[in-house]
């Protein structure tokens, strides 16, 4: 589980906004791109696992997954926002 205490100290890598996590339903709609293999990082990466916490910036622009507690603040591992499709 992802400490939120971080999220005091953590911005997105890219813009410099703050982060927090993502509610149940912008979950809901990545793990629903999940399950229907259209999922893509920034990198062009199609991601196939679920998705338990994912970070999100301010702007709502780019989401981050959370894997294992740990965030992963890579640019080339962020899925951009909103979801196209």
């Known amino acids: 589980m992802f400490d939120s205490k971080l999220l005091d100290i953590l911005c997105c890598p890219e813009t410099r906004e703050k982060l927090s996590l993502a509610d149940d339903a912008l979950l809901g709609l990545l793990n629903g791109a999940v399950s229907a293999g259209t999922l893509k990082n920034a990198a062009g990466e199609k991601i196939s696992e679920p998705l338990a916490e994912v970070l999100v910036n301010a702007g709502g622009t780019r989401a981050y997954?959370?894997?294992?507690?740990?965030?992963?603040?890579?640019?080339?591992?962020?899925?951009?926002?909103?979801?196209e499709g």
């Open 65 to 83: 997954i959370v894997r294992d507690g740990i965030p992963v603040l890579l640019a080339d591992e962020a899925i951009p926002l909103p979801l």
